[in-house]
């Protein structure tokens, strides 16, 4: 192939857990200076939200550019190829259109720390590669983790300030083969790349090497909240649904401990993702690749009162999103726009000349690319569940609310608001004013000054929400005898 007709690559990098704590963002404790020099070189969108703020629903939503409702995945432990089985996914398309797509670390769910070295609930159909290191956090440092719920890692709070420098950990692993591929894809030089690095910080238990990265945030400077109790007054409970009881045994010190850690883990991913980014640019990479960064879903530290994910603040909804496009996008270029993760797929695809499904259901950022200006959708969705296990086997279906079972909430972000509606609102809702209160800390939904605000949101909301669902009227559900992913450490 004559280099003028190549492809460009795609490096795709997509942290855990990761909220918008980065420099780049305005953060004013974050020491990420890898990822505030890519957002200095490309595009940094201000207004990026997940679709569904857990790991599972977020990346099979976003790795196959549809809407929870449409990939019938809304809890962990599930894979689209239970429900949707011929659909493909953004990998899946770029290998289909001739590139070498590989995988390294957690791309599709992965129990963390428990999965870790195995390939999770991957989709092998994504992948040509597959790599799966496993560092000192997951081998050796369990049994010195310190979690709220002792024993348990993943979903309780918990952290671990390691003496064990960088290269035993995990993330750092995943950076060495990242760099041996982009080695090996630069002398090859046959094909065009999509290679998918998927870093497993600052997903709990928060493990990072404490030395440098706990020493860059004294833990007695680290913030600690304050006023929740007057700010939960005006919420309904449907919002606060995401506090686990375990959080009740937190004391401000351990809350500091847990917000030095959380930034501990930050740093020490941003310090893999610079080692990536100098391996595309020693191999003679970096002009011709488009290089997307972001995370699965934001993350709480004690606003409102609660902690990790699954709430439909701007906390838990919004993730970093970064994007370098050569020859597209200007160097420290921000756009405002609201957009989704289920926009990264036709995005990838019109800049790569890759065929994508005629059923996406985002819609391409090239034009923002361009110009920060350009018209777009002007909203972002995102939808939880609530009631009936909402983070065991909830399913889809348009009767939210029936029988008390489950139901749902979604949250409209426009460029000045943010509107929730729990079980339609009957469970209650909220209005918050973006220009005056960026802190969401004053509920308007149930303010006359605001009655004609609320009616025109709920009704953008709903018709949002419709699209959600696919065309055909068929809700997708887990079908029985379909392959089911190989699982898993205990
Ligand atoms: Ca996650
Ligand atoms: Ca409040």
């Known amino acids: 192939m004559h280099a003028a007709e190549k492809k460009p690559n795609v490096l795709f990098l997509v942290s855990d857990d990761l909220n918008n704590f980065l420099g780049c963002y305005g953060d004013p404790r974050a020491k990420t200076p890898n990822l505030d020099k890519l957002a200095a070189r490309g595009m940094r969108f201000d207004r990026a939200y997940c679709s569904f703020p857990l790991c599972g629903p977020s990346r099979n939503s976003l790795l196959t550019g549809l809407y929870p409702n449409s990939t019938g995945i809304l809890g962990n432990q599930q894979i689209f190829r239970q429900t949707i089985p011929s659909q493909l996914s953004m990998p899946q398309a770029f290998r289909l259109a001739g590139y070498f797509a590989g995988r390294i670390g957690k791309l599709y769910h992965y129990n963390v720390p428990n999965s870790i070295g195995t390939n999770g609930h991957d989709d092998p159909g994504s992948w040509e590669l597959e790599i799966n290191p496993a560092g000192v956090d997951r081998l050796e440092e369990e049994p010195k983790i310190f979690s709220l719920t002792p024993g348990q890692y993943g979903g309780a709070l918990s952290w671990y300030a390691s003496p064990k420098s960088d290269e035993f950990h995990t993330d750092a692993l995943m950076a060495d083969d990242a760099a041996w591929i982009l080695e090996r894809r630069a002398q090859k030089n046959d094909r065009p790349f999509f290679l998918a690095v998927g870093f497993y910080r600052p997903h709990t238990p928060y493990v990072a090497p404490k030395d440098p990265y706990f020493g860059y945030y004294p833990e007695g400077e680290m913030p600690v909240v304050a006023g929740v109790k007057e700010d939960q007054a005006d919420l309904p409970k449907a919002a606060l649904g995401s506090h686990k009881p375990d959080q009740d045994k937190l004391t401000d010190d351990l809350r500091r401990q847990c917000v030095q850690a959380y930034y501990a883990s930050i740093s020490f991913m941003d310090a893999q993702v610079g080692r990536v980014l100098d391996a595309l640019e020693k191999n003679g990479l970096a002009d011709d690749t ?201």
């Open 290 to 490: 488009i290089i997307v960064f972001t995370s699965d879903h934001g993350y709480h530290m004690g606003e409102h009162g609660l902690w990790q994910k699954m709430s439909l603040f701007e906390e838990s909804t919004r993730v970093p999103l970064l994007i370098v496009a050569p020859g597209v996008t200007k160097p420290g270029s921000v756009a405002a726009a609201p957009i989704s993760q289920v926009d990264l797929f036709p995005t990838l695809a019109e800049l790569c000349g890759v065929d994508a499904p005629k059923n996406l259901q985002g819609e391409s950022l090239v034009p923002l690319l361009k110009d920060p200006a350009a018209k777009s959708r002007g909203w972002a969705l995102t939808q939880v569940v609530r009631g009936g296990g909402a983070l065991g086997r909830p399913t889809v279906t348009r009767d939210v609310g029936s029988e008390g079972k489950q139901f749902f909430g979604y949250t409209l972000r426009t460029p000045r608001w943010r509107y929730t509606e729990w079980d339609e609102g009957r469970a209650g809702r909220e209005l918050y004013d973006h220009d005056n209160d960026p802190k969401e800390l004053k509920n308007l939904a149930e303010e006359d000054a605001h009655s004609s605000t609320v009616a025109e949101l709920s009704h953008q909301l709903r018709a949002a929400a419709k699209q959600t669902f696919p065309p055909s009227g068929e809700t997708p559900k887990i079908q029985p005898g379909l392959w089911v992913p190989n699982l898993l450490a205990p």
